[in-house]
């Protein structure tokens, strides 16, 4: 990430959107840019290094705020991209200022160092934009670096920080934002605690979904900073809870004793607590302590068709075709087609009206030529146009072989712009994979309305923010393996007369960050759910050549994955 000294404007879509994602282009307020140069000159540093300089908001505020501590310092730093470097005269730097500042790789080709100040916004550039080469050569860097490999979906920020902590001076300081995956991803515990058994982790610092940096950005920032001296067992985690707050600064400037007025929240913890519960997470209380959801359903992801666009089908397309009403499910594809907590069938009759996608075409695996003729067509209609290549479906035997999925007593909406939750399907559809099938057991309908009391208390949603991945605005995502480790709190529990104590195993908090660590399911860390139903739009446009339909009706590709 580079930076800029006013808000960034960012391009609601298309290839300038694209271009910034490319590069990891997302820029840094002058707010924070002033907090982080404040803790790396407290070290009383008179030279700033930047490894990722951009357009030089980070540099330009260590000027300003050497120039407020009446301090005179040297800047340099490095960056790749030359034209966003151009930028870095509105940020008040001179060509004197910028004497230092090579265009070079830092990961691969670093300068000499040390650095007794380093400050940066890495490019977040997640492991699936990294072509295959630069990932190999990235594993061996943290090989080189860690003594062991990273998990092969750490992104480049992160090795932009190992990189940084490798030519960090002794009692140097490094200040970093990046975003919450690097604490949150299934590598982060390898990784912090190397970082933690040999560096001084000082200080985090998160922000409130309303004081993001990075309004609009699909990412939960988090500052890192870091003194290269003896490890202390404690740390300050602070929360920003208002944006633009200057409190953060004067925090860091006074060695974060000052006590924040407003616009801030502030405890000191244990390092080893933060790296159980997790570094972007605050400290937990004991009391969200219970069973866990696994102790009492099964949780499957939602159905991976592989292609939504050929697949899933509106009432109208399906007449069209003559699909046979054997081989069609009542399905859910998008959180947002769901409104409240529920799934009726006066839902999906409202939804069918207005003409979105409720049926999944759902073939067995019999030989393609034993299936009634409408649906041969079909299917013969998709090889002709490719999907049958598409890389999920083309594992499967035959191709067209769909997932089976009985329908869930209850769904949870693990990813979305809205508030993640828990929804009753009153009208057993079965659901895609914007969802997670939660299967109580036993299948008792008293037992099933106490489970759903349950997960749809306060309390309990509380506690997604302790197993699942934070995104931007808030958002949430909870893999299957890790919803089942969700504390249902004791207190819940045996209010709505679930077993506890005794009855039920207990599972603390503590336990369940370090237990979903140790692994994903099949679609962990987003993976190929982000490539489920591409190319959609070009799938519906050949089905309505197929049935005839004159007017195009927005495709259902990715974004109902």
């Known amino acids: ?57 980070l540099l330009g505020a260590a000027k300003t705020v050497a120039r407020e501590i009446g301090r005179r310092i040297s800047l340099s730093g490095t960056e790749l991209d030359a034209e966003t470097l151009g930028g870095a005269v509105n940020e008040g730097l001179s060509p004197e200022d910028l004497e230092h500042v090579e265009v070079r790789d830092f990961v691969f080709n670093p300068p000499a160092g ?73 590598f982060s515990s390898a990784l912090w605690h190397w970082i933690t058994a040999r560096y001084r982790l000082e200080a985090v610092v998160t922000f409130a979904p309303d004081a993001s940096p990075f309004p609009g950005v699909d990412t939960n920032p988090v500052i890192f900073m870091i003194r290269n ?42 390092v080893s607590e933060g790296l159980r519960v997790g570094l972007s997470r605050p400290p937990l209380e004991e009391s969200r302590s219970g069973p866990p959801l696994g102790r009492f359903a099964r949780v499957l992801r939602g159905i991976a068709t592989g292609a939504n666009g050929f697949f899933v089908l509106t009432r109208k397309e399906a007449a069209a075709l003559r699909i046979p009403r054997e081989f069609l499910l009542r399905a859910i594809g998008r959180t947002r087609d769901v409104a409240g907590d529920q799934v009726t069938p006066q839902m999906l009759r409202e ?3 207005r003409g979105r996608p409720t049926l999944l075409f759902s073939p067995d695996g019999r030989p393609l030529d034993e299936f ?30 769909m997932e089976v999925r009985e329908p869930p007593p209850i ?25 997670l099938c939660v299967y109580p057991r036993p299948a008792d309908p008293r037992f099933l309305e106490a489970l759903w009391l349950a997960l749809s208390d306060p309390e309990t ?10 995104y931007g605005a808030g958002a949430i995502k909870v893999e299957p393996r890790a919803l089942e480790t969700l504390p249902i709190p004791a207190s ?54 197929k049935v005839g339909e004159g007017s195009p009706r927005r495709g259902h590709a990715s974004a109902e994955a």
């Open 114 to 186: 040390p650095f007794g100040a380093v400050i940066a916004n890495p490019p977040y550039i997640r492991h699936h934009r990294l072509p295959a080469p630069v990932k190999a050569k990235l594993a061996a860097l943290g090989t080189e670096t860690m003594g062991r490999r990273l998990d092969g979906r750490a992104g480049l920020h992160v090795y932009f920080l190992l990189r940084a902590l490798q030519l960090l001076a002794r009692e140097g300081r490094l200040a970093f934002i990046m975003p919450a995956d690097t604490c949150e991803g299934v």
């Open 372 to 401: 009634p003729a409408p649906v041969q067509d079909y299917l013969r209609l998709g090889e002709a146009i490719g999907v049958h290549k598409r890389p999920l479906i083309a594992t499967r035997s035959p191709w067209y072989r």
């Open 229 to 270: 001296c003896e490890p202390r067992p404690s740390l300050f985690w602070a929360r920003c809870t208002e944006a633009q707050t200057n409190e953060l600064k004067e925090w860091v400037l006074s060695g974060f004793t000052r006590a924040p007025r407003r616009g801030m929240e502030v405890h000191e913890r244990l």
């Open 351 to 353: 939804l069918e009206s």
């Open 1 to 57: 990430m580079t930076t800029n000294r006013k808000q960034q404007r960012l391009p609601p879509g298309g290839p300038a959107r694209e271009a910034l994602r490319q590069k990891g282009q997302f820029w840094t307020p002058a707010w924070v840019a002033g907090a982080m140069a404040a803790y790396v000159l407290r070290g009383g540093r008179d030279a700033v290094f930047d490894p990722a300089v951009g357009a030089g908001a």
């Open 411 to 435: 769904l949870f909406a693990y990813l979305g712009r809205r508030n993640a939750r828990f929804i009753r399907n009153l009208a057993r559809v079965v659901p895609l994979t914007g969802f």
């Open 461 to 470: 949603i509380g506690n997604l923010l302790f197993v699942g991945k934070s």
């Open 492 to 545: 819940v529990a045996s209010k709505v007369g679930l077993p506890v104590g005794e009855e039920a195993e207990q599972i603390s908090l503590f336990e369940t960050y370090q237990y979903i660590r140790e692994g994903e399911g099949q679609y962990g860390e987003g993976g190929n759910s982000e490539n489920v139903g591409r190319g959609g739009g070009q799938i519906a446009h050949q089905r309505r050549r």
